[in-house]
């Protein structure tokens, strides 16, 4: 497969490994992007991790809370320009109210939900279609989550992009600053045993692979191999390392005074459970297409001249 200049930039973004680097890890891995940034991690450790959140595809998060009943949505659209148009917001925003209130069971359904605006209608699909006529670019609703258990909820939105909801009970202060941590760092579960386990998997390759490559250095440089024993709690201990970092409860919260004092301790603190939380960022898994703009120029050149 041919490695494109837009594809070590892609992986150079996600990672901020040097070019050169993510084009050979993109060779080896045969221009698999996952399997690429496992192979960039092993050669340059963590830091080939840090930016790996970040996400390409354009469109906005959008949150409805009403007492205990609420809901989160990702509407996507093609570029950043219409992220700011005021009918594709309102639409976002009158969609995330509608999953709220009526509780579709998935896209289509929320789709069929009555709903006018800007002259379309009579349903939220029909308005969708309308606003893609009038503004010229594709948008989608991409996925949802409602809440109606009876439980607290507490939400955050970071700009459009982000946005997070927290089931609670307690503390309606501290589960609003459990969702701004949770917009700023991420975590992927509660705890440590709520990691969904192909992660641990994956981690856990990076970090055997990445002491076979040691060992390989070591044995070449004429230098004492780690016994098997010490490899095997080195591979353990960064995977324990990885699932305090990514789990909710083990980070240290990100307004703690003294710099170490955990999310699970504020909480405790303030007399308050958080029972599961949601995060949605803009694009996250979805591979944005890259035009060869060159290329596009010169096909209806092509077209022009053939007309």
Not at 150 to 155: P, Q, V
Not at 258 to 283: I, N, P
């Amino acid at each position: 497969m041919a490695i494109t200049a837009s594809m070590v930039a892609e992986l150079r973004g996600k990672t901020d490994a040097p070019m050169m680097e993510c084009k050979k890890a993109l060779t080896e891995a045969e221009g698999d992007m996952v399997k690429a940034e496992e192979l960039l991690r092993v050669k340059l450790g963590t830091k080939a991790g840090k930016a790996a959140s970040r996400v390409t595809a354009e469109g906005v998060v959008s949150s409805f809370i009403e007492g205990t009943t609420g809901a989160l949505l990702e509407v996507n659209c093609e570029t950043d320009f219409v992220t700011k148009n005021d009918s594709f917001l309102a639409l976002t925003k009158a969609a995330a109210e509608l999953i709220a209130k009526h509780g579709p069971a998935d896209v289509a359904a929320l789709g069929a939900l009555p709903y006018e605006q800007d002259g379309f209608g009579p349903t939220l699909e029909d308005v969708r279609k309308g606003l893609i006529g009038k503004i010229g670019e594709n948008m989608s609703f991409r996925r949802f989550q409602r809440w109606s258990n009876g439980g607290a909820l507490a939400g955050y939105l970071h700009g459009t992009r982000i946005g997070v909801v927290v089931e609670f009970d307690g503390d309606a202060v501290a589960a609003k600053d459990v969702a701004m941590h949770v917009a700023a760092m991420k975590p992927v579960a509660l705890t440590s045993g709520d990691v969904p386990a192909e992660l641990i998997a994956r981690e856990r390759s990076v970090a055997t692979a990445k002491a076979a490559e040691d060992a390989a250095k070591a044995t070449a440089e004429g230098k004492p191999v780690q016994s098997d024993e010490i490899v095997a709690k080195r591979i353990e201990g960064g995977v324990q390392k990885y699932l305090k970092e990514v789990s909710l409860f083990n980070q240290v919260f990100v307004k703690a005074a003294d710099g170490k004092q955990t999310v699970e301790q504020m909480l405790k603190a303030a007399g308050t459970t958080v029972k599961g939380f949601t995060l949605y960022v803009v694009g996250e898994g979805i591979e944005k297409k890259v035009d060869d703009f060159a290329a596009e120029v010169a096909a209806q050149v092509a077209a022009a001249k053939g007309g």
